[in-house]
């Protein structure tokens, strides 16, 4: 695996973040230690611990796609796996891709990875064949393990790269064989738990997880995390939890539910994921978001944090609650990918009134992840902003003079959680060890930081600057509207709209109406057309693809333009 943009020193500095044009600002909070060992065995050994009690649950499937699993079963199936592909030749350094749904496979198949001595890239399953290609080319990987949905864009890709193992698993209507040569992932978890795999030559710059995202110039990219990384990073997070959640009175915190809504394919999910086995929490996992799926699981369950991603609380605003499900025990929503807009978060926390506190894109920089971290103990962060954490120094830069409070700029960050950089492309992190993470913020007079949004959610229109964000969180809040996605047009005139629809009864004149009662400035109504579609293109992390967005308008204009042209002639 190429390792172009190895930053040693990264790992000694402490994390800085910086808003360009220019301020830099350094944590207030202490600092958390850099952490040394192999991660995977900081979660694994948490599991063994919690595994003394037989009957403690670690993971309940919400959506009864699987079997729940005790952390006794968890931790030999982990094991089990791991000495399956320690026998089959799997060791250090070589890279297995997941490409799976949220569920328990998941999560033994990362570690189980790990554990030999191997690094994990991930994907969601509604991944292009072209993007999958990219990744296990880029990353050279030698097996997969992907869900059953997704095998026949994983197969033509394992015959082009002779992959070494496809191991997939099954669906749970699934009734006759697999293809030939692909590997039932049952075999994995119920053989024998017998090898012994060493665990001596660890470094801790060794490369952990990488996980793919469209950056904000519209490329795929592998965000390379060493150990050290992603251990470290899981600290900040292990304490941001204590912190938030360790204040009942009877409080032993092993004892939570936590509610999983969000892709365990971006590294905030799967870091969420990790830390609840190493707090011995029971994690109830979703694969997608249902609405009854999710009601029943608060209802059932009482969990009293939430891990979701955007979509997963907009599609939470457009049902009803029936009265005799009881969803007061939620407390807690953590954040993760996009910004959640401040009127779609009004909306949420009027529906969910038992909330306490909701981080927005909490740790949202898959590359520098736990760079950007709310401080849990101050409810106004909690509304207003993220602030930065005791290892980190960011800086807001903008071009060339100082920046002043409320001023935009583009957020660089640099510290022990930072990546070593991006797999095969591109100059993320600069001579300085800053990098370069393509988020625009700005601070306040508390040197508190907010994420505004991409670099490519801001665009001009006539001259003025136009956030696309703003416009999407005011469609999002229509009860009509699913999901919605906002871009510019080639002659930077005007904005447009894709909408998803709730209900087949809304029409383009009833969004425009909407958007006109809500935003005022004229340059920011949606002029250049609105376009019903069925889904939203968006990024493993959730992000919009504005390209592909903007590639269907420039379309939907030349074959306008060779119409017009024919009926002239």
């Known amino acids: 695996m190429s390792l172009r943009h190895v930053q040693g020193f990264l790992r000694k500095a402490p994390l800085t973040m910086h808003l360009l044009r220019m301020k830099t600002l350094t944590s207030r909070f202490p600092a958390v230690a850099v952490s040394k060992g192999p991660f995977h065995e900081k979660v694994m050994d948490a599991m063994r611990e919690h595994a003394e009690n037989p009957s403690k649950i670690a993971l309940i499937c919400g959506d009864g796609r699987a079997e729940n699993l005790t952390y006794k079963e968890l931790l030999y199936q ?77 197969l033509p890709l394992a015959q082009k790269y002779d992959l070494k193992k496809v191991i997939c698993v099954r669906s749970p209507c ?27 030559d660890y470094n801790s710059t060794d490369i952990a997880l990488v996980p793919y995202d469209t950056a904000a110039n519209g490329l795929l990219v592998g965000s390379m995390l060493t150990h050290e990384s992603v251990s470290t990073a899981a600290d900040i997070y292990k304490k941001c939890m204590h912190n938030m959640m360790g204040h009942k009175n009877y409080h032993d915190i092993s004892q939570e539910q936590l509610l999983f809504c969000s892709s365990l394919a971006n590294i905030f999910g799967l870091l969420c994921m990790d830390i609840a086995l190493i707090l011995g929490f029971t994690s109830v996992i979703l694969k997608d978001y249902a609405h009854t799926a999710f009601l029943n699981a608060l209802h059932c369950y009482r969990p009293r944090l939430l ?9 939470a605003l457009k049902q009803p609650v029936p009265e005799d499900f009881n969803i007061s025990s939620l407390e807690y929503v953590l954040c993760s990918g996009p910004v959640v807009g401040k009127s779609v978060r009004q909306d949420f ?16 920089i ?76 700005h601070f306040d007079q508390h040197d508190n930081i907010f994420v505004d949004g991409r670099l490519d959610d801001f665009i001009n229109v006539c001259g003025n600057q136009v956030c696309l964000n703003e416009i999407e969180d005011a469609l999002l809040c229509h009860p009509a509207i699913l999901d919605a996605a906002v871009v510019g047009t080639e002659d930077q005139e005007t904005v447009s709209a894709f909408v998803v629809p709730f209900d087949d009864a809304l029409t383009t004149d009833d969004v425009k109406l909407y958007i006109k009662d809500r935003v005022k400035e004229s340059y920011k109504q949606l002029n250049g057309g609105i376009e019903f579609i069925e889904k939203i293109p968006r990024s493993p992390y959730g992000h919009v693809l504005r390209d592909e967005l903007a590639s269907r308008i420039s379309r939907r204009v030349k074959e306008k333009e060779v119409e017009v042209e024919m009926n002239s002639e």
């Open 174 to 200: 699934a009734t006759g064989p697999l293809p030939d040569g692909v590997i039932n992932f049952q075999k994995l978890v119920l053989g024998p738990a017998s090898e012994i795999i060493p665990s001596e």
């Open 366 to 441: 898959s590359g520098a992840p736990a760079a950007l971290i709310p401080n849990v103990a101050n409810k106004d962060c909690s509304e207003y902003g993220n602030c930065v954490v005791g290892t980190s120094e960011t800086k807001v830069v903008c071009a060339g003079k100082e920046l002043e409070e409320n001023e935009l700029g583009e957020i660089y960050v640099r510290g022990p959680t930072v990546m070593q950089g991006y797999v095969d492309d591109g100059e993320p992190i600069d001579a300085d060890g800053w990098f370069h993470t393509g988020e625009v913020g």
């Open 307 to 315: 891990i979701a991603e955007p979509k997963a609380i907009v599609a």
């Open 78 to 154: 982990t094991e089990a796996a791991a000495s399956y592909l320690f026998r089959g030749g799997f060791g250090r350094d070589e890279v297995a891709c997941l490409v799976m749904s949220n569920s328990p496979a998941f999560v033994i198949s990362h570690l189980a990875v790990m554990k030999c001595g191997g690094v994990v890239t991930t994907t969601d399953t509604s991944v292009s064949a072209e993007d999958l290609e990219q990744q296990i080319s880029e990353t050279e990987a030698s097996v997969v393990f992907t869900d059953e949905e997704a095998l026949d864009t994983v």
């Open 349 to 364: 926390l009027e529906r969910f009134p038992s909330v306490k506190y909701m981080s927005d894109g909490a740790g949202q």
